[in-house]
């Protein structure tokens, strides 16, 4: 029988490692309508904040409230802290340099696609590190193995699930339509991070050993407290930013404005009344 338990603390962890999935995917997808209603300069800043809702809550978040489920039966388990925050810089990372590339690529027409396909497969490839990285950074009194075709099997859904968020991150507005959207990438997210933890197996030595690293509970105060600034400042970002239809009517506006000075005509307000 294998020492190795995915569910600790049965439903409990992978409950609220989807939801913290979806919760991340969902603010990110906000912050990036916001990016492509605002362009410019500004739509750098909704996107790094994109990176850090995705990356940070979706992604890496999520990946560790999993991990508080994982036990080795005849072993406890410590964390490499370096290893441990390294993974997580690597998530927020990669998903910023993936949306950053998806976005560049939106506005190249027909070259979006390549884009896409680039950031999709940078961005996968970069969270799967992270997720193995975070799996590195486990100590424990055992053997630790990898089974090759699962790993692949891993990392090609992650390759998919970050080509897929990258797609929505370019088309998807609306609550409902970013609601769905979010949910779909929390199953994708969490579906990528169950299926590499079961490639591993562990051969817990026969005698208990030292382990060295920190414990789990010593990251749950500071990630609970970081992330729930984060979260709470992105989203109060959101809510005090205008709201996509402003920005809609605001664009509607600019474009009449520029449409009437090519045809010098005189200029108008924002319910299209001549200006005196």
């Given amino acids: 029988m294998s020492p190795v338990d995915h569910f600790s603390f ?3 962890t992978p409950v609220l490692a989807y939801v913290m999935s979806s919760v991340g995917s969902m ?4 912050l ?4 492509r209603l605002t362009g410019g300069r500004e739509a750098k800043f909704w996107l790094a904040g994109a990176a850090f809702a995705i990356g940070g809550t979706g992604i890496w978040t999520m990946h560790f409230i ?11 388990i410590r964390y490499d802290v370096p ?13 910023g340099m993936g949306l ?5 690529g939106a506005t190249r027409g027909g070259a979006g696609t390549g884009f896409l396909l680039g950031g999709g497969v940078l961005t996968g490839l970069g969270v799967a590190g992270m997720h193995y990285l975070g799996m590195a950074a486990m100590n424990m009194s055992g053997m630790v193995s990898y089974d090759p075709v699962i790993v692949t099997l891993s990392v090609l859904i992650a390759v998919a699930a970050a080509t897929v968020a990258l797609w929505f991150t370019l088309r998807v507005s ?3 339509r970013i609601g769905g959207a979010a949910l779909v990438m929390g199953v994708a997210v969490s579906g990528m991070h169950y299926t590499g933890m079961y490639s591993m197996s562990v051969a817990a030595h026969t005698e208990m050993m030292p382990v060295a690293g920190a414990q789990a509970i010593d990251f749950l105060l500071p990630l ?11 989203l109060l970002t959101v809510i005090l930013s205008p709201s996509e239809k402003e920005l809609r009517s605001e664009q509607e506006y600019r474009r009449r404005l520029r449409a009437r000075d090519d045809e010098g005509a005189p200029e108008v307000d924002l319910f299209g009344t001549p200006r005196a």
């Fill in 10 to 12: 049965g439903l409990l």
């Fill in 27 to 30: 603010l990110g997808l906000l």
């Fill in 32 to 35: 990036t309508s916001r990016a």
């Fill in 66 to 76: 999993a991990m508080l489920g994982f036990s080795v039966h005849g072993s406890v």
């Fill in 83 to 95: 290893l441990t925050a390294a993974s997580a810089i690597l998530a927020v990372v990669v998903v």
């Fill in 100 to 104: 950053f590339l998806a976005s560049h």
């Fill in 174 to 176: 609306g609550a409902l």
């Fill in 224 to 234: 609970i407290v970081g992330i729930s600034l984060i979260t709470v400042g992105l």
